[in-house]
């Protein structure tokens, strides 16, 4: 049994709603959250996880893992919408022909009363045959239309189950604002902001719609701060994140992560003393 869930479904699982302004960004997350993470024990455990976002923006190491993927999956395993009606199209297309070249004949003014006659009688034929494989033409189109119906809704269904199953969704901060979301007016307990100092505000609100309790902002405002072209709109600050509004009215809550991983002591001391107070 996961955490947050009880039997017979009494406490709904819990959701995590993780997201950064770049795709690059988030497939990172993605892929290190596929590869196993550390509970609260210690224990490396791996989360049922959805990316949202089309599969051509997406690092192919975690496109099996896209929510685009995971259905595509599952329909390949109902039947296809497709109907051969290519054999009765060539009937049609073969009576249209024949019945034209019939009236052709029978602009001859050197025909008999028989052989107007005989063509007629085959001209009739012909028309009740072409009648006949339109019908049967509109009938496809039909069955087509209802298949492709149904299946929109199953993929509206799959699509459903395999959100409702997630325990953490990731997209981009524009990609949260996903119609399907909003469709299952789904809700997220906690929302994950990455790389939070380096999006705009009218960005950061985004996820904040699905209702969280609670919003963690990862970010470094002494880095890259959001990328704004326009200097009049810079000028209104436009270019301050949410996570730089936060910490200017909030100093005293601000969490400094005090150890870094990824250069020799001897390098990082210089900007550790220059940015950070060698804190």
């Known amino acids: 049994m996961t955490p947050g869930t009880v039997q017979n479904g009494a406490i709904p699982k819990r959701k995590i709603l993780i997201c950064a302004p770049s795709n690059a960004a988030v497939d990172e997350l993605v892929l290190r959250i596929k590869n196993g993470i550390k509970n609260s024990k210690g224990n490396i455990f791996n989360p049922n996880v959805v990316r949202l976002g089309k599969s051509d923006a997406i690092n192919e190491q975690v496109k099996d893992l896209t929510l685009e993927e995971q ?68 009938e496809a189109r039909e069955q087509r239309a209802v298949k492709y119906r149904n299946r929109e809704i199953e993929r509206r269904n799959i699509q459903f189950k395999i959100l409702n199953e997630a325990q953490v969704v990731c997209s981009t901060l524009s990609g949260s604002a996903h119609d399907v979301l909003a469709r ?76 870094q991983y990824r250069m020799h002591p001897e390098i990082s001391k210089f900007p550790s003393r220059e940015f950070y107070k060698s804190k």
């Open 71 to 138: 259905v595509e999956k599952q329909l390949s395993l109902t039947a296809s919408i497709q109907s051969d009606d290519s054999k009765i199209r060539e009937e049609h297309r073969k009576c249209v022909v024949e019945r034209d070249q019939l009236k052709s004949k029978l602009e001859d003014p050197k025909l008999t009363d028989n052989d107007i006659a005989d063509l007629e009688l085959k001209l009739q034929q012909v028309m009740s045959k072409r009648r006949d494989l339109g019908r049967k033409l509109d």
């Open 184 to 259: 299952m007016s789904m809700t997220f307990d906690t929302v994950v902001i990455d790389e939070a100092a380096q999006c705009i505000e009218l960005s950061a609100i985004i996820p904040l719609r699905y209702g969280c309790k609670k919003c963690i902002m990862v970010g470094d405002p002494n880095q890259l701060p959001p990328t704004v072209l326009s200097q009049k709109a810079a000028s209104f600050n436009y270019e301050q994140s949410l996570f730089v509004r936060m910490q200017n009215n909030h100093k005293d809550s601000i969490y400094l992560l005090n150890t």
